[in-house]
């Protein structure tokens, strides 16, 4: 049986954090009016006050208390004495030949989380991560191998946005059709269904429109298929739903995606027909990575479509991104096409991923934190040396 569900209340650490001080990035409007009327704000003046901090955050980015230049003095080191602005660290940035941009954050308690950027010629995608680590074992991804740490926290979710537009140079209200960041995609470390209550506070501070203002039909949020939380993602948050799918029996999903252990293929699927906000205008994503001679057959292809007919879907097929020591080899670029022209006469778009960023590890499934890798490498090459 696949692990249980993980609350964030075992695994997200307290909000208080760097001497003590509460980090007001990630707090939604609610809490923030209740912490700051909880520190002597009048309540007639609460709302307002919101707004204008709201303002400085994420219209602006500003990280420091005195640039928020509409609140008197006294009231900034109000602020500055009871809470953080402070940014998760760059441990490293990389720079793919494509453009692809990998950021290493390091975060509370010296924990390291990885987002990716990904430019294309019409929109700017980028991936964040939901945990530190994962605890769904899927036996083709990367990240799956590093071992589940804790949740992040809404504000560690929102600062990876935060972080980016920084580097990115996109502060100060660009107009949408200029933005560097039009999309983002919950495609990073972990699983963001185990997470759910800080994955929705995250996201609605970045649909709202007087912030980050992404639309929340630009936001997919992908899950391996934790059953009993797909509906609270479309009443809840209203975003778009991909799901990691990868294969077409319930034999090969079990290897390839253990939870499908605790919910199979038809648990799963019966939970997507009832999805609140599906539509041909808002398709649910099956993701499906081919990996050659496992699940990318003509059959598969037909079993496919016929599991999920009836649901406004499309199908994105993405080549397997290999990583040093992986189990599986990509198939065939020419099987991948045959596999997409089968689904494709069946009336789904199949679009095959171009695999980004493979040069710096950044592409889909290879996520895992470099430093670890460099940890490990180094703690087996001391122990050959005592040898």
Excluded at 40 to 49: I, L, N, V
Excluded at 254 to 268: C, E, F, S
């Amino acid at each position: 049986m696949a692990d249980a569900p993980i609350t964030q209340d075992v695994l997200t650490i307290p909000r208080k954090e760097t001497g003590g001080l509460r980090p007001l990035v990630g707090l939604t409007r609610e809490q923030m009016r209740e912490a700051l009327i909880g520190l002597g704000t009048p309540e007639k003046q609460a709302k307002m006050r919101v707004g204008q901090i709201w303002s400085w955050l994420y219209w602006h980015g500003v990280t420091d208390f005195d640039m928020m230049t509409n609140l008197a003095k006294p009231y900034r080191a109000m602020l500055a004495e009871n809470f953080t602005l402070e940014r998760p660290e760059i441990v490293t940035r990389q720079i793919s030949e494509d453009g692809t941009r990998k950021y290493l954050l390091r975060i509370a308690g010296g924990h390291e989380v990885e987002a990716v950027y990904i430019p294309e010629t019409d929109r700017g995608t980028l991936c964040i991560s939901s945990q530190i680590g994962c605890t769904l074992t899927c036996s083709f991804c990367h990240t799956g191998t590093q071992k589940l740490v804790r949740n992040l926290t809404a504000g560690e979710i929102v600062a990876q946005i935060l972080v980016a537009r920084d580097d990115l140079e996109e502060w100060g209200g660009l107009p949408t059709d200029k933005r560097k960041i039009s999309n983002i995609v919950l495609m990073g470390m972990g699983e963001p269904l185990y997470n759910v209550d800080n994955v929705r506070d995250a996201m609605k501070i970045a649909m709202d429109g007087e912030g980050i203002s992404i639309s929340r039909r630009r936001i997919t949020l992908s899950t391996s298929g934790v059953v009993p939380e797909i509906a609270r993602v479309g009443e809840e948050i209203g975003c778009l739903l991909a799901i990691s799918f990868h294969a077409t029996t319930d034999e090969v999903r079990d290897k390839l995606v253990p939870i499908n252990k605790r919910w199979n293929i038809a648990t799963l699927l019966d939970a997507l027909r009832a999805y609140p906000t599906l539509s041909n205008s808002e398709r649910i994503t099956f993701e499906y990575v081919m990996l050659k001679g496992v699940n990318d057959s003509d059959e598969d292809a037909r079993r496919l479509v016929k599991l999920i007919a009836g649901i406004p879907a499309k199908i994105n097929l993405i080549p397997f991104n290999p990583w040093p020591g992986a189990p599986y080899e990509r198939s065939d670029w020419d099987r991948i096409e045959t596999f997409g022209r089968i689904v494709n006469a069946a009336g789904y778009a199949s679009p095959i991923r171009r695999p980004r960023g493979e040069d710096i590890m950044a592409a889909c499934g290879q996520l895992k934190s470099a430093t670890e890798r460099a940890r490990k490498s180094r703690a087996e090459i001391a122990a050959e040396t005592q040898t």
